[in-house]
């Protein structure tokens, strides 16, 4: 048996107490004592379930001893972005407005890895109702890089990044509007998967936007993935959005053959519309070179530009955002963290027919895809690392994703599969990653080609190293400066009718805040096309529950 049971895969340790070799117990308690010992450096939990963890091991342990083995999540300890609702537990959304909030029901997912006999370790960080940024003006810090703990996880996954990394848990569960399981699991060196569409139930999940919010798994590797999305994947009647579709067994399309796969490189993502550190290049050429040696056959694909796709997806996703949150942006604002609105307040800028454009250009999008899906079985571009430092990020402005669109939305637009796997480090030692990609619905040619690759490199030997007792680096907010207004007059009066229609009161501060992202907002929206056909659809036309 390892000494480090904190650093076992979830297929190493589900093999090891499958065969009574580890004890569910002894695996629980050895992961709360590192987190006892460590998390006051990384901050990736805001509520421990250290009690209801011993004896959901303990009853595992009596079940697996008589006999009664559920599967290879039996017994296994996990956690959950906060923004999963649990019987009985708060369910915070890393916000003040959810210190009181405990939930009289879980969320769909999570009951299923109960029910599979998983173990639940605790509530993980995120950034405020997974839409803001590392802050410092939360009730709880931001979580923090293992490593190297003077650097971001990336959101807002956060606590579920680091969680895994640390080695608290072998695996966690995340959500994804626009990379929040992707970024955390390439900043932080995990395997993550952005699930299609619809795979995987969101009832129970605070939602971020009914049209792009996705559930799924981030954990160590490949393998560990295809373990999770099996035990969460399926129909469920509670969710509308739930997709009727045969599951295949992720786990044993892991075989490592991936001759002949077609793999389309999309590479003026990173080449054309970076920037790009030279190490990740490096690494992608590498990562490259690996699948060709493997026997995949490698050619190049071209989507649209990151901005198009970032501009639909914003649209979309925060005109829904802001209907979510209206009450409480309406009654309530200054209770919410800086960051949250300062990203999320322009939402309230858009009209009716800016959503319904957003859409129909979102249903082109989606079809564009599928001359790739029948030229390529994959497809595969660069990931959003290394991690930068926190400092330079807390307080950073807002306009930036409007501004500067990352890699992972044009796949959160396209709706279907996208994982992440590490493909290196730096010379500093921060993880690299890349994506790869595939048609709706077909995860396990994804997860197979992720797998061999893993399988092919020594990248997962690797492991941050924490010391306990040691201080992370003090973070502090920026001086409070007044923001520089200068905005034309139309910009102005646009901003000022939107406001008065949403029937929002301001304080100076947010409504400067306003008119200083109110540019690139409205800039996104003049950029999506309005001379569509008449017949054009949106990608959200309504059908009946089947």
């Known amino acids: 048996m390892p000494a480090d049971l904190y650093f076992l895969t979830l297929a190493e340790a589900a093999r090891l107490i499958a065969s009574r070799e580890l004890s569910p117990v002894e695996y629980t308690r050895a992961l709360m004592a590192r987190a006892d010992a460590l998390d006051a450096q990384v901050n990736a939990f805001i509520t421990r ?6 004896e959901q091991a303990r009853t595992a342990e009596a079940e697996i001893a008589k006999g009664r083995h559920r599967g290879p999540l039996h ?62 003006d939360l009730p709880w810090p931001p979580a923090r890089n293992p490593w190297n703990t003077a650097h971001f996880t990336g959101g807002s996954s956060s606590g579920s990044g680091a969680a895994v990394a640390a080695g608290f848990m072998p695996a966690a569960l995340g959500t994804d509007t626009g990379g929040s399981i992707r970024i955390p699991s390439a900043l932080c060196g995990l395997a993550g998967l952005k699930p299609t569409y619809g795979l995987v139930s969101r009832k129970g999940v605070i939602p971020n936007s009914f049209t792009f919010d996705h559930c799924g798994p981030m954990a160590w590797t490949v393998e560990d993935c295809a373990l999770v999305l099996q035990a969460i994947a399926g129909h469920d009647p509670k969710d509308p959005t739930s997709a009727q579709h045969a599951l295949p067994d992720y786990a044993k399309a892991l075989t490592g053959d991936i001759r002949g796969l077609r793999i389309g490189v999309v590479r003026h993502f990173w080449e054309d519309e970076g ?77 009716a027919a ?17 001359p790739l899906y029948e030229q390529f079985d994959v497809l595969l571009t660069a ?47 921060l993880p690299l990653a890349m994506q790869l990609v595939g048609r709706p619905f077909n995860e396990a040619t994804v997860l197979n080609a992720g797998h061999a690759y893993e399988q092919a490199t020594d990248w997962r030997r690797r492991r941050p190293q924490l010391t306990p007792g040691a201080q992370a680096p003090l973070l502090t907010a920026p001086a409070a400066e007044a923001l ?60 009946f529950p089947q």
């Not at 800016?354 to 599928?370: G, I, K, L, P, S």
């Not at 646009?494 to 109110?518: C, E, F, M, Q, W």
């Open 75 to 136: 017994g296994i300890p996990f956690g959950l972005k906060d923004i999963y609702d649990t019987a009985g537990i708060r369910t915070t959304g890393h916000s003040k407005l959810g210190l009181d909030n405990v939930p009289a029901t879980t969320a769909t997912p999570a009951q299923r890895l109960l029910d599979a006999g998983a173990v639940l370790l605790g509530k993980l960080a995120t950034h405020e109702y997974a839409s803001g940024g590392p802050s410092l």
């Open 383 to 429: 990931s959003a690392a290394p991690a930068a430092r926190l400092d330079t990020l807390i307080g950073s402005g807002f306009s930036d994703k409007w501004e500067k669109p990352n890699i992972y939305t044009p796949f959160s637009v396209s709706a279907g599969p996208a994982l992440v796997v590490c493909n290196g480090y730096t010379d500093d030692g």
């Open 49 to 54: 379930t250290n009690e209801r963890a011993l």
């Open 484 to 543: 520089k207004v200068d905005i034309d007059g139309p910009t102005r009066t646009i901003v000022d009718a939107a406001v008065a229609r949403a029937g929002l009161t301001l304080s100076d501060a947010h409504r400067n805040l306003l008119y200083r992202v109110a540019p690139p907002v409205l800039a996104a929206v003049n950029r999506i096309p309005r001379n569509r056909p008449q017949t054009d659809e949106p990608a959200n036309v309504f059908g």
């Open 275 to 351: 920037p790009t550190p030279p190490a990740m290049a490096r690494a992608m050429e590498g990562a490259i070179d690996v699948f060709r040696a493997l026997g995949a056959t490698i050619g190049v694909a071209r989507m649209r530009t990151r901005q198009a796709y970032n501009d639909v997806k914003m649209v979309i996703a925060k005109a829904e955002l802001v209907v979510i949150h209206e009450q409480a942006m309406r009654e309530r604002l200054q209770d919410f963290g800086a960051d949250f609105v300062g990203r999320n307040l322009p939402g309230f800028l858009f009209t």
């Open 354 to 370: 800016d959503y319904v454009r957003a859409q129909r250009e979102r249903r082109r999008m989606v079809d564009e895809m599928t």
